[in-house]
């Protein structure tokens, strides 16, 4: 069993930045694939980036490529997405997700068994 925690939301006007954070606990992430999703108020949760904690592989969408990035700290067993450029589109509820196995689909939420509560960013414009 695996528990996520995310923090680090919060309120920021566009152009602005933010990291979150998602630390593990009940497990280590050693051979896990992170996932980071989103969900905005009346539209479906939505894949932003992902990251092997094995391979060291990392898969962004394109909304956020070269925006977003992922890095991690093993002694904390904790995954960061750092957010630069935010846009008013980048509002939404951020989750982080965990699950085991090879790197396969990662950018599908359904095959994610373990989510933390969730964290809300909100971009100002």
């Known amino acids: 069993q695996v528990q996520l925690v995310e923090s680090g939301g919060g309120l920021v006007p566009a152009g602005g930045s933010l990291r979150l954070s998602c630390a593990a606990s009940?497990?280590?992430?050693?051979?896990?694939?992170i996932g980071w999703f989103r969900q905005a108020p009346g539209k479906e949760r939505e894949f932003v980036a992902a990251?092997?904690?094995?391979?060291?592989?990392?898969n962004y969408a394109d909304s956020v490529k070269g925006r977003f990035s992922i890095s991690r700290d093993n002694a904390k067993n904790t995954v960061y997405l750092q957010m630069n450029s935010l846009k008013p589109e980048d509002t939404a509820v951020y989750y982080c997700a965990t699950k085991s196995g090879g790197w396969r689909r990662v950018y599908d939420g359904d095959e994610y068994p373990y989510w933390g509560q969730g964290t809300q960013v909100t971009v100002s414009s």
């Open positions: 990251f092997s904690w094995t391979l060291g592989y990392t």
């Open positions: 009940g497990r280590t992430f050693s051979t896990y694939n």
